[in-house]
């Protein structure tokens, strides 16, 4: 089968509702194969395609990784390079992916999740710059939630690299999801958040997307900041 076909064939699997049918379906071929592809479909405007594609690059990334562990960095710097100003893109469903895959394999979680954090800091002084941040609300979007996926298996991780000092800032960005996804990914964190910092989310009536593992689920700021405030 030829490579248009092959990605024809792909996309149109990614299409379908059902993500464990999806990923049986796909893990069928080769993982390079199928990798290419899901490159393109990462940053598709179609959401059940593209965070299909995101989960399945997390599967065959991680299985990849299983077979050839240099071949599945390749691909993790091939993501890093695509949110790179010099990359001439801009970098759509990059920070989603490399959650994913390092969500689905510790060893390339273990090599790599300290530069999905750079992504949430600024540079610092030229002898140790280690921030890259993401100044697009959208990407911002996607980092944060790359950070509530990997509190599911790697928050020891994500603690002990200092995470929890980069999310409250984004309690105050001008986008209401990615608002939204702070204050979620600062409770997955244990982050003590201040009263001040919460009570502006009790007025706050919305319900915000959220995809998890096929389905399109739905969370609540306001809960969120209830929960907290009882806390305290």
């Known amino acids: ?11 149109s699997l990614l299409s379908a509702k059902d993500l464990a049918g999806v990923l049986t379906d796909i893990g069928r071929y080769p993982a390079k194969q199928v990798i290419n592809v899901l490159f393109s479909a990462i940053c598709r405007d179609d959401d059940l395609l593209r965070w299909h594609a995101i989960s399945a690059m997390g ?46 394999h510790a060893g390339l979680a273990g090599e790599y999740i300290h530069m999905l ?15 890259n941040y993401l100044e697009h609300e959208i990407l911002q979007r996607g980092l944060l939630w790359g950070f509530d996926r990997l509190c599911d298996r790697r928050r020891d991780l994500l603690l002990a690299l200092g995470l929890t000092e980069d999310i409250p800032p ?26 001040e910092s919460l009570l502006p989310f009790l007025d706050d009536q919305s319900l915000l997307p959220l995809y998890h593992e096929g389905e399109f689920l739905t969370f609540s700021p306001r809960r969120l900041a209830v929960v907290a405030l009882g806390e305290k």
Do not use: F
């Open 170 to 195: 984004y309690l105050h960005s001008g986008d209401h999801v990615v608002r939204g996804l702070a204050l979620k990914v600062c409770a997955r964190l244990g982050v003590d958040l201040s009263r």
């Open 59 to 104: 599967m065959m990334v991680a299985r990849l990784a299983e077979e050839d562990m240099e071949e599945a960095r390749i691909i993790m710097r091939r993501l890093l390079w695509s949110l790179n100003d010099e990359s001439g893109g801009i970098g759509w469903g990059a920070p989603e992916s490399m959650a994913e895959i390092m969500h689905q």
């Open 1 to 11: 089968m030829g490579t248009r076909a092959v990605k024809k064939e792909i996309l």
């Open 117 to 131: 954090i750079s992504y949430a800091r600024p540079d610092g002084p030229e002898l140790e710059q280690d921030g």
